[in-house]
């Protein structure tokens, strides 16, 4: 995004738009004024803030710069499976950051870790490589597979292999057997989970598949199992509520469960078309990310449920419910108990990797915790064995907190040491010399220009060029001051997007100009191509609009250019409106969708000795307001709570 200051401001005129489109009254004054209040911040939305990503010191090491003092028990010939592998999708040819090479050192070592960071700080890898590296090393020694079964990648979609299972009666088809070739079937090798990989939610599971994609069923993945495994492959796969399919493949007289089955093939042959159209979406754009936005049916990734049952994925990515209830049921024991048998051969060690560790507090941090302790009770293990590996990561453990440590006591059941929280440390700002502030100036015009919103002319305009200088000249120090414009008792933080002006240009600046000053130099940034410069992540604040209130008193509390003798109201609030206006009192207001004139609404309130009754502005009854639902649809107010009147300024109706 090259400008997102315009970008906020589209979207709050779009929403004023549609409030005026949708809601629009038949009195210009009333328009104008509640235009106005909306503008304001603090209405339905407020000033945006800015934040840098934060960046973490890095180790000067790319993943083929380690060496084998960064990974303890692999041998020359392992590291370089390692590089190999890693390279293939999980990391680039990239400095590493420091916290990801000292948890997999630790790792490595046999020793549980917990990597603590923000985001970007690359918290998915430091987990996910010493999980790669142990792979790497365990694969060398895997037996070569079978031949593959006939039909193994094709029974979804072959009509002769159906009919052959499923073949037409003397009245309807009749199973046979299972459409489904087990997708493991062909292997020699132990199967087991290696890894599970624990999310708290189903969103987090998706993002890591997509990387799991990337990293264990790219092109060159798949070409360095060939060629280094002898044909086998790193198996994943995601075990949650949309995994394909639940129940019994065959029923409790061993016969195939034909509607089940028939569930299978049906999102098999979903799945193989969304694999479709992405390949065909990336061969067309030249965007390859998009292949492993969705599972390829012939690879790294386990198709279905009875697939894992038959044969456990080495690396299973599931949630803390629907392993709850694994756990209990008897259809997916056989998951448990041949990973128990694998962990009880030599050099085996599982892998339980936890995931936004700082989410499991509290009542439910508990209950995960003991799902945790029954997990490696079924498995066999218990929290300080020696064939367990505890990785994990969060966005707020300190190593120098007792409490940190008591966390991670208590939730894993096993003794933990501050030197076993591995934090990102951020990259010291540069001190800054020279001048306090830059010029806003040129920031100013490159947001004036006419071509400011040309994203293909604005670069080769000269105002744009004189910024560009700016921004990328080393004397001026322009990352350095972004990013302690951000600063706020000497840590990096979200600001505001007037304070960070002020930070950048100084205070003699008119708020107009502070923003297209502000607005210029990050459209100078969005457009450059400097890594040496920060990015930033932008807080965009917006709410729905509650209702709208006036002043029963036309015209009373009005701004001048906004009165006028037809007006049927006074003053308008967004927002917390009071009961009265100096001796006023402030009522709903509400409009004709037919006619667009205004109304008054408001909530009964029966005087004392039943003499009458008035309106207000919120509830009359306090006290009872906690135990009652929340406020209903004008619609559906009943002629006893809430009243509406005409304030028309006619005597005659028509």
């Known amino acids: 995004m090259h400008d997102p200051i315009n970008a906020f401001n589209t979207i709050r005129d779009n929403f004023l738009l549609y409030i005026k489109t949708a809601f629009g009254t038949q009195f210009p004054e009333i328009e104008q004024e509640r235009e106005r209040l909306l503008r304001q911040p603090g209405a339905f939305h407020q000033e945006p803030w800015i934040e840098p990503m934060p960046r973490y010191q890095k180790s000067s090491k790319t993943i083929n710069d380690l060496d084998t003092s960064n990974v303890p028990g692999l041998d020359e010939s392992a590291l370089q499976d390692f590089r190999q592998l890693a390279s293939c999708g999980l990391v680039g040819n990239y400095e590493l950051y420091s916290h990801q090479i000292e948890m997999l050192r630790q790792a490595l070592a046999g020793q549980n870790a917990v990597v603590t960071a923000g985001t970007g700080s690359g918290k998915t890898e430091s987990f996910m490589l010493p999980l790669f590296a142990y792979l790497a090393k365990e694969s060398r020694n895997w037996d070569k597979p079978k031949p593959e079964k006939p039909h193994l990648n094709d029974w979804w979609k072959n009509e002769d292999w159906q009919n052959e299972c499923n073949p037409v009666g003397k009245k309807n088809r009749s199973f046979k057997r299972s459409y489904r070739v087990s997708q493991r079937s062909h292997e020699n090798r132990d199967a087991a989970v290696r890894a599970l990989i624990l999310y708290p939610m189903n969103a987090l599971v998706e993002d890591q598949l997509t990387r799991l994609r990337r990293a264990l069923d790219s092109e060159a993945a798949r070409e360095w199992f060939q060629n280094n495994r002898k044909g086998n492959r790193v198996y994943?796969?995601?075990?949650?509520?949309?995994?394909?399919?639940?129940?019994?493949?065959?029923?409790e007289n061993r016969k195939p469960n034909g509607k089940k089955i028939k569930e299978l093939l049906e999102a098999m042959e979903q799945m193989e078309e969304s694999a479709t159209r992405a390949s065909e979406h990336a061969s067309q754009t030249s965007d390859d990310d998009v292949r492993f936005f969705f599972p390829r049916l012939d690879g790294s990734e386990m198709r279905c449920r009875w697939d894992m049952k038959d044969a456990p994925p080495d690396i299973l990515i599931t949630n803390y419910s629907m392993l709850s209830i694994m756990l209990m049921r008897n259809?997916?024991?056989?998951?448990?108990?041949?990973?128990?048998?694998?962990?009880?051969?030599?050099?085996?060690?599982?892998?339980?990797?936890?995931?936004?560790?700082?989410?499991?507090?509290?009542?439910?941090?508990?209950?995960v915790a003991y799902l945790l302790r029954l997990l490696l009770q079924r498995l066999g293990l218990h929290p300080g064995h020696p064939k367990l590996r505890i990785l994990a990561s969060s966005a707020s453990l300190e190593p120098d907190d007792p409490k940190s440590l008591e966390f991670l006591n208590q939730f894993f059941g096993a003794e933990w040491h501050s030197q076993q929280i591995i934090p990102g440390h951020l990259e010291p700002i540069p001190p800054i010399e020279g001048q306090e502030f830059i010029d806003a100036q040129p920031f100013i015009a490159l947001a004036s220009a006419p071509e400011i919103n040309n994203i293909d002319t604005l670069p080769e305009t000269p105002v744009y060029n004189a910024c560009s200088q700016i921004v990328e000249s080393e004397t001026v120090q322009i990352s350095a001051r972004m990013v302690k414009a951000c600063t706020v008792d000497d840590k990096i933080r979200a600001v505001s997007i007037a304070d960070f002006g002020q930070q950048m240009f100084g205070n003699d600046l008119t708020n107009e100009n502070l923003k297209l000053a502000v607005r210029g130099l990050l459209i100078a940034r969005g457009l450059s191509d400097q890594t040496s410069l920060p990015s930033f992540r932008m807080h965009w604040f917006f709410r729905n609009i509650e209702g709208l209130w006036a002043c029963t008193k036309p015209n009373h509390g009005c701004d001048e250019n906004e009165i006028s003798e037809n007006r049927p109201v006074g003053k308008l609030f967004v927002e917390n409106p009071p009961i009265l206006c100096d001796n006023y009192r402030v009522l709903e207001l509400l409009y004709c969708e037919q006619c667009k004139t205004v109304f008054f609404g408001g909530n009964r309130l029966t005087r004392q000795n039943n003499d009458g009754w008035e309106l207000l502005p919120t509830e009359p009854d306090i006290e009872g307001s906690a135990d009652r639902q929340a406020e209903k649809f004008l619609a559906r107010r009943?002629?006893?709570?809430?009243a509406v009147f005409w304030p028309s300024r006619q005597s005659d109706i028509d």
């Open 236 to 251: 994943f796969g995601r075990y949650n509520g949309v995994t394909p399919v639940p129940g019994h493949e065959y029923t």
């Open 331 to 367: 259809i997916d024991k056989d998951i448990f108990e041949k990973t128990q048998a694998w962990l009880n051969k030599d050099g085996s060690v599982f892998h339980l990797i936890v995931d936004e560790l700082h989410l499991y507090r509290g009542t439910s941090g508990t209950e």
């Open 638 to 642: 009943t002629d006893k709570e809430f």
